[in-house]
């Protein structure tokens, strides 16, 4: 495997083009900062990437949540799904994990054909085990998620649970988007997932851009001060959107897709394996059959100039090159240390 002052070197890399403020939303920079201060000597894509690889044996079960849901549209957005499915590929290639992706039922159609636009297959989990590059799709209702989270982990013994793009609650219990309005209505409580996995002692990783995902407890008050409606939000509850669940790492992002592409670049340079990140041309793919299932823009809208996070497909594909670049850097430099 490449050398670990070389990887730890990539992980910087990736943690910078990823937190890259494309659109000058100007909070992205003081949520990694003080997230980063939970491991200043460790990029934060590297930390992840290492604390997946300890945790993960070959065949074993990894738990990806996501989903950030439109009240009204009955439609979820495309930042989120992408990365889920993005990292699910990551984590089959480099460790032989079985990923199951957990999402409301709304989520299950768009989550199949993003992870078969990223080369995944997707069967049922007995099924699943026969066969690599495959991911299975587990329900996660609203209503009795406490029950639902116990039955899941005692059942499928994951050794890690990732978070990406998952709405969190805030410290009156309600669950927000960016714009400070209420959608507890069609958000299931996932926190008590990721509250019972790291009850158990098992990895728990989030994935966030804006400050009302799952992970981002860990930089709340950054939150509150930094992102608009963070410290009082629009809805009757005036609690701000900022989420209060904690992850053992968060990783921020620019955009919370890139943030689970990244970690599957540290994979790809750990392991010294290209094909672990996916190409502009998987990334196009899952994009557009994530869209043509569902999945909406930031604005509500399938109009390809905001297919996720405001910015066209082809921004998105060009940072996955970027990525796939500095892996190639590092595996050039590989004796360089």
């Not at 409301?104 to 690599?132: C, D, W």
């Not at 309600?174 to 997932?193: K, P, R």
């Not at 994979?267 to 299932?293: F, P, Q, W």
Request: with cysteine; aromatic share 6%.
């Amino acid at each position: 495997m490449l050398d670990e002052k070389v990887v730890r070197k990539l992980g910087e890399t990736v943690d910078r083009l990823i937190t890259t403020d494309i659109l000058a939303r100007g909070a992205i920079g003081s949520i990694y900062k003080n997230a980063r201060k939970h491991f200043p000597e460790d990029p934060l894509t590297y930390r992840a990437a290492e604390e997946l690889t300890r945790s993960i044996d070959n065949g074993d079960t990894v738990f990806i949540t996501t989903g950030c849901t439109y009240p009204g549209l009955n439609a979820g957005e495309t930042d989120g799904p992408i990365g889920a499915a993005s990292l699910a590929r990551a984590l089959c290639i480099s460790l032989n994990a079985k990923p199951i992706i957990v999402v409301e039922k709304m989520y299950e159609t768009m989550m199949l054909h993003t992870l078969r636009g990223i080369g995944l297959n997707v069967l049922p989990f007995k099924s699943a085990q026969r066969y690599e590059r495959v991911a299975t799709i587990m329900e996660f209702p609203k209503g009795n998620e406490k029950d639902r989270s116990e039955e899941l982990i005692e059942k499928f013994d994951p050794k890690a649970v990732t978070s990406i793009e998952r709405i969190g609650k805030n410290r009156k219990g309600v669950y927000h988007n960016m714009s400070g309005f209420d959608i507890s209505e069609c958000t299931a409580e996932i926190d008590v997932l990721i509250e019972e996995a790291k009850n158990q002692k098992i990895l728990t990783v989030g994935i966030g851009d804006g400050g009302n995902e799952v992970g981002m407890g860990e930089v709340v008050e950054t939150v509150r001060k930094e992102v608009t409606y963070g410290e009082r939000c629009q809805c009757p509850c005036k609690g701000g959107i900022a989420c209060i669940t904690e992850t053992d790492i968060l990783v921020p992002a620019s955009v919370s897709n890139w943030g689970a592409h990244g970690i599957a670049t540290v994979l790809a340079g750990k392991k010294e394996n290209m094909d672990i990140l996916h190409d502009s041309t998987y990334e196009l793919r899952a994009i557009r059959e994530c869209v043509d299932a569902g999945g909406v823009g930031m604005d509500g809208s399938p109009y390809p100039g905001s297919f996720c996070d405001d910015l066209p497909d082809t921004i998105h594909a060009q940072i996955v090159e970027f990525l796939r670049y500095s892996v190639k850097g590092a595996l050039t430099r590989r004796y360089e240390g």
